[in-house]
C-alpha cells in the first residue's frame, strides 16, 4: 500500500490524477491507470481481472478504500513520491486523456494480450487494429466515436 501511495502522489504532483475515491469515476479512472502503469514496467503488484468496465483489481480497490481513511495522515505526508524515467514516461501518456480514453486503452490493451496469445502478432498490424477495434467496440459501444484514436494508441505505442 505504501508504493500506491507513493505512485498516487507522484500522479498527483504531475496533476494527472487527484486522489478523491468518492465519485466512481475516480475509482474507475485509478483502475485504468494502475493497469497501463504495468505496461511502463510500473508494477504494483495487483492482479486484474476482466470486468464490465475493462481491467479491474479487487486488491487494488480494498488498498485504495483502506488508503483512504489514511490519506492526510502525517506518515503520508512524509511520503516522497516515486520517481524514476519509466514513471516519467507514464505520466506523459497519462496527459490531457480522458477517463473514457483510459478505460478504451485499458480494455485495448487487454485484448490485445488475447490476441497475442492467440497467434496475432506486431506483423499484422493491420489486421491486430481491425480485430482490436472490433472487440473494443463490442464491449464498449459508447466508445465509438473514439476507437479509431484508442485503436492507433495501443498500437502505437504497445504492439
Given at each position: 500500500?505504501?508504493?500506491?501511495?507513493?505512485?498516487?502522489?507522484?500522479?498527483?504532483?504531475?496533476?494527472?490524477?487527484?486522489?478523491?475515491?468518492?465519485?466512481?469515476?475516480?475509482?474507475?479512472?485509478?483502475q485504468?491507470?494502475v493497469?497501463?502503469?504495468?505496461?511502463?514496467?510500473?508494477?504494483?503488484?495487483?492482479?486484474?481481472?476482466?470486468?464490465?468496465?475493462?481491467?479491474?483489481?479487487?486488491?487494488?480497490?480494498?488498498?485504495?478504500?483502506?488508503l483512504?481513511?489514511?490519506?492526510?495522515?502525517?506518515?503520508?505526508?512524509?511520503?516522497?513520491?516515486?520517481?524514476?524515467?519509466?514513471?516519467?514516461?507514464?505520466?506523459?501518456?497519462?496527459?490531457?486523456?480522458s477517463?473514457d480514453?483510459?478505460?478504451?486503452i485499458?480494455?485495448?490493451?487487454?485484448?490485445?494480450?488475447?490476441?497475442?496469445?492467440?497467434?496475432?502478432?506486431?506483423?499484422?498490424?493491420?489486421?491486430?487494429?481491425?480485430?482490436?477495434?472490433?472487440?473494443?467496440?463490442?464491449?464498449?459501444?459508447?466508445l465509438?466515436?473514439?476507437?479509431?484514436?484508442?485503436?492507433?494508441?495501443?498500437?502505437?505505442?504497445?504492439?
Amino acid at each position: 500500500m505504501v508504493e500506491l501511495a507513493k505512485f498516487i502522489k507522484a500522479l498527483e504532483d504531475a496533476g494527472v490524477y487527484k486522489f478523491k475515491i468518492d465519485s466512481f469515476e475516480d475509482r474507475l479512472r485509478l483502475q485504468k491507470i494502475v493497469y497501463i502503469a504495468k505496461y511502463f514496467d510500473i508494477d504494483l503488484g495487483y492482479t486484474f481481472n476482466e470486468y464490465l468496465r475493462g481491467p479491474y483489481s479487487p486488491e487494488l480497490a480494498n488498498d485504495y478504500y483502506k488508503l483512504n481513511e489514511i490519506w492526510n495522515s502525517d506518515e503520508l505526508k512524509r511520503l516522497k513520491p516515486l520517481d524514476d524515467e519509466k514513471l516519467r514516461e507514464l505520466i506523459k501518456f497519462l496527459k490531457d486523456k480522458s477517463t473514457d480514453e483510459l478505460e478504451g486503452i485499458a480494455t485495448g490493451l487487454m485484448f490485445l494480450d488475447i490476441l497475442k496469445r492467440k497467434g496475432i502478432r506486431d506483423r499484422d498490424k493491420g489486421i491486430l487494429k481491425k480485430k482490436l477495434a472490433i472487440l473494443i467496440e463490442s464491449r464498449k459501444p459508447f466508445l465509438s466515436s473514439i476507437i479509431y484514436n484508442i485503436t492507433n494508441i495501443v498500437i502505437s505505442n504497445f504492439a
